[in-house]
Nanobody, 120 residues
């Protein structure tokens, strides 16, 4: 059974930082495209960042230069370092695993999400 478990969310002031973690069981992260998504109240879930099997990363324009995703294959854990947080970053953040090809992704597994709240 595949499980993705996010942690590290919380309340932070604007301009602050948080690091989210996503630990996997039942799959090996290095074999998948790993994505970070978020959903703010009243909005659709949106892509935030991703890391391909090659290790290359991609980011939404709204977080480029502020967020960074990385993996620790030994721990089968993925991280999302979030710096210079803004109130617009407030959302539930999800990690997900799937496939990436032809500049598109297909998600097979989702975590349960972790709340990030940025106070202004």
């Amino acid at each position: 059974q595949v499980q993705l478990v996010e942690s590290g969310g919380g309340l932070v002031q604007a301009g602050g930082s948080l690091r989210l973690s996503c630990a996997a069981s039942g799959l090996t992260f290095s074999m998948y495209f790993i994505g970070w998504f978020r959903q703010a109240p009243g909005k659709e879930r949106e892509f935030v960042a991703g890391i391909r099997r090659s290790g290359s990363t991609l980011y939404a324009d709204s977080v480029k230069g502020r967020f960074a995703t990385s993996t620790d294959n030994a721990k089968n854990t993925v991280y999302l370092q979030m710096n210079s947080l803004e109130s617009e970053d407030t959302a539930v953040y999800y990690c997900a695993a799937g496939k990436y090809s032809n500049s598109d992704y297909e998600i097979h597994y989702w975590g349960q999400g972790t709340q990030v709240t940025v106070s202004s």
